[in-house]
């Protein structure tokens, strides 16, 4: 009798450990893949995560989430998208530059992107309004912003003649966007220098040249690597004493003049409501692609300041923020 007492016993108090483990099995699963560190994504994820509490979602009690880091290494960016899909998660949400891993990867797993200047331009969704396949998200618009980059740049600094665009030429969409931004410069009746920097050790020769070139302004246009080394080159457009435009606030936050973009936090808690509905049997092709519809503009004072730029009182009066 003392036996089968213990085995009862036992069998109680395994039961509940159990039935947790089974419910934990149970929860869906979402792949996060991202270009950066756990450290330079920390926003991003908070994002994600506040747009799925706003879901209803618990992480690690009613949802549970994978992370994968490239560390900024894009050759890491398949492997990691192999491990997510290895683990059959539900929903894999890559944004920015882990998206083209994520797509190559699989085309079962249903993906939901943010961070994604021109998704139809980029051959991600064939239109916005029913994507189709298995990819949807929310677009950035970093593509059609780029002449009002241009615009609020020459209204800071209303003798600027000449203007160099800092570009990674291995960017999926780098033809279009040189283009818009000539023509964009060309009605300002700016002198456009296009200045290509593929690898983060060519970013101070870059900078080097602009300064040779006497630009006398320089607008980033967004690239991964870009914003993964975004400290590093908001310091040095301040040494080289050059007025820069960004894509993002970090670059402003980091020391850099100007920026212009869509609410980036914004986008992401947007796109969680994506994963909701796939996770509660909607199909990815069935659901538009989002538009951003916040957009903000950044500028820091005391980096105007250091250039010995006084920023018109009409540029102060349109920013969202500045940081004096």
């Known amino acids: ?105 699989t085309k079962t797993i249903p993906i939901v992107f943010a961070a994604i200047a021109d998704p139809v331009g980029y051959g991600v969704v064939p239109n916005l309004a029913r994507p189709g396949g298995h990819i949807t998200g929310v ?38 966007l040189v283009k818009e931004l000539a023509d964009a410069a060309k009605r300002l009746g700016l002198e456009l220098q296009v200045v290509d920097v593929r690898e983060p050790e060519a970013l101070e020769g870059a900078f080097s040249a602009m300064t040779k070139e006497h630009v006398g302004a320089a607008i980033v246009i967004q690239h991964g690597m870009f914003l993964f080394h975004q400290t590093r080159i908001a310091e040095l457009a301040l040494k080289s004493r050059l007025p820069t435009m960004y894509e993002t ?18 986008t992401f808690r947007r796109a969680a409501v994506h994963v909701d509905k796939i996770l509660k049997g909607a199909k990815p092709g069935d659901l538009p692609v989002e538009q951003p519809i916040k957009f ?13 730029l006084p920023i018109p009182q009409s540029v102060l009066l349109r920013a969202d923020q500045v940081i004096e």
């Not at 002449?147 to 999926?172: F, G, M, Q, S």
């Not at 903000?296 to 010995?308: H, P, S, V």
Request: net charge positive; no cysteine; aromatic share 6%.
């Open 1 to 105: 009798m003392r036996v089968i007492g213990l085995i009862l016993a036992l069998s109680l108090t395994l039961a509940p450990l159990a039935a947790s483990a089974q419910q934990l099995a149970r929860l869906p699963r979402v792949g996060y893949l991202t270009f950066g560190t756990q450290a330079s994504t920390q926003e991003d994820v908070e994002a994600l995560r506040q747009g799925l509490r706003e879901q209803g979602y618990i992480e690690g009690k009613t949802i549970a989430i994978e992370y994968r880091f490239a560390d900024g290494r894009e050759e890491r960016l398949p492997v990691l998208a192999a491990e997510l899909v290895g683990l059959k998660v539900d929903v894999i949400f890559a944004p920015g530059p882990a998206l083209p891993a994520a797509m190559n990867t």
């Open 139 to 176: 677009s950035y618009m970093g593509v059609e912003l780029n002449p009002k980059r241009l615009e609020l740049l020459k209204a800071a600094i209303p003798r600027l003649k000449r203007v160099a665009a800092l570009a990674n030429p291995t960017h999926v969409a780098y033809q279009r």
């Open 249 to 266: 606030r970090q670059f402003v936050q980091a020391g850099g003049l100007m920026s212009y973009a869509a609410n980036r936090a914004d």
């Open 296 to 308: 903000e503009l950044f500028i820091n004072l005391k980096t105007g300041k250091a250039l010995g």
